[in-house]
């Protein structure tokens, strides 16, 4: 995890240059707003940090790759269409969402499971993708120009923060904030109304159900009572007054009135949050009672099928899902956890043969190439894995996942340079160049490389011991 102590953490934030939070150049302090480009490089420090260092990052390409596509559903709808955005999800029982500089959302996984509708959890992301659009973050930089780089510092510190301690999170923004507390609530407030008004533009434009935002802040605020301190963490962090919520329901109502169901996949996503969390035993029963309740659910089955399989019986959950496999419709979901449990019972032909098809079907998802990928390696065809990485990788350079798969496919093959070389890669992705230049050094000596591939390796090795000097020039002056 990236966590020093907290407190520790929080003095910093305000005692030292903001170099010492691993905080990128941001130019000229004096300027107005953060620049695009500026507000990016943030983003891209702090997201790596929780990806790489935070334990509560949820590394799972199904849940990350749902998101991702509801959220840029809503950015094609959005007034800025062709901003960058990157959704994640965080495991955390608490409803919370929030922006981060640079297009970065993050999701807590508490915050999916309490939306009743997708429409629900759309209107989230639509009002978080406002904040974005609108750019608000950059505007609180330039309105607190004389203060900028201490208010900045403890506003990310407290945004890492929020997960897990709510209270260490006020304590921050009341610190950065110093004597200007309540000046800042008034302009945070005019943020949370604009971010309003266009996320509910957004969600129109996208074909949800306008009616899922005013309906979920207000259970939000009337359940408030069975949360700690009185409030959902996202109404902490989201200040929320019966005035924004009365004006959401007046645009709302003005709209026309759309009834949209709910994708498969949201019901799917879901089912397995609650397979993965609290112990297996216990999972597995709340996913029977909930198949006694909805026999004809296919969340409620798929979840079943996917706490079975976490519990080891692996017998009963693919029955599960042979059976939901011959009733419902073809689903990336439930194929990927049908070929999961093959691969728990040994049967790679089998899991190898329903992936391939699968991709067939459902083009488009990656969660099925890293599956695919998986298996191949797991059934004893490294060869193939790498194969489909380096074609995918011409495509997507920056994809952490397909390097650590190449890596892993090359090392079942014996292809040592090669791996080491993909290794390096995946750090680079990680921000850590020095150990990326160890890998490629391990690399250049392992001995079975050819001379293109050694070729590569020592032009890579020259490209980052160049950019690791540049750094620490950097961070000298």
Avoid: C
Avoid at 51 to 61: H, I, K, S
Avoid at 198 to 224: I, K, N
Avoid at 405 to 424: D, K
């Amino acid at each position: 995890m990236m966590r020093r102590p907290l407190a520790l953490l929080l003095s910093l934030a305000l005692a030292l240059p903001v170099q010492a939070l691993d905080l990128p150049d941001l130019g000229d302090v004096a300027a107005s707003e953060l620049s695009p480009a500026a507000e990016r490089r943030i983003g891209e420090q702090i997201i790596q940090q929780i990806r790489w260092r935070d334990a509560a990052y949820l590394d799972d390409p199904e849940v990350e790759e749902y998101v991702n596509r509801l959220g840029h559903r809503l950015v094609a709808a959005s007034e800025d269409p062709l901003r960058e955005f990157d959704f994640f999800v965080v495991r955390d029982s608490t409803l919370n969402a929030f922006a981060l500089p640079g297009g970065y959302i993050g999701v807590h996984s508490g915050l999916i499971l309490a939306a009743r509708s997708e429409s629900e959890l759309a209107s989230v992301l639509g009002h978080e993708i406002a904040h974005v659009t609108q750019r608000h973050i950059a505007q609180l930089f330039g309105k607190q120009s004389q203060t900028s780089m201490v208010m900045l510092a403890s506003l990310l510190v407290a945004v890492l923060a929020a997960r897990s301690n709510s209270q260490v999170s006020q304590a921050a923004i009341a610190a950065g904030q110093a004597g200007a507390i309540q000046s800042q609530l008034g302009y945070t407030r005019g943020f949370e109304r604009e971010a309003d008004r266009v996320g509910l533009q957004t969600l129109e434009q996208a074909g949800f159900d306008v009616r899922g935002m005013p309906g979920f802040f207000e259970r939000l605020q009337r359940d408030s009572r069975l949360y700690e301190n009185n409030a959902p963490a996202y109404l902490r962090t989201h200040p929320l007054t019966t005035e924004r919520i009365a004006d959401m329901e007046n645009r709302a109502s003005s709209m026309p009135y759309r009834q949209v169901l709910d994708s498969p996949e949201f019901g799917y996503v879901r089912a397995k949050l609650r397979a993965q969390a609290g112990a297996a035993a216990d999972a597995v029963r709340q996913m029977q009672e909930g198949v006694e309740r909805h026999p004809d659910d296919a969340a409620a089955r798929y979840g079943l099928g996917r706490a079975l399989l976490r519990a080891a019986r692996f017998d009963e959950a693919a029955a599960v899902v042979d059976e939901l496999r011959a009733d419902v419709a073809s689903s990336p979901w439930v194929d990927t956890l049908a070929a999961e449990i093959r691969l728990a019972r040994k049967d790679g032909v089998g899991a190898l043969a329903l992936l391939e098809a699968a991709r067939q079907r459902h083009r488009g998802y990656r969660s099925l190439e890293y599956a695919l990928a998986e298996a191949q390696i797991q059934a004893g065809k490294p060869a193939a894995a790498v194969v489909g990485m380096r074609k995918a990788l011409t495509q997507r350079g920056g994809d952490a996942r397909l390097w650590l798969l190449l890596s892993r496919a090359n090392a079942e093959l014996g292809r040592r340079t090669a791996q080491h070389r993909a290794q390096a890669e995946v750090y680079v992705l990680r921000g850590s160049v020095p150990a990326a230049i160890e890998q490629l050094e391990i690399a250049r000596k392992a001995g079975d490389g050819d001379f293109y591939e050694l070729s590569a390796v020592d032009a890579r090795l020259r490209e980052l011991k160049t950019r690791l000097r540049e750094d620490r020039e950097a961070e000298r002056n």
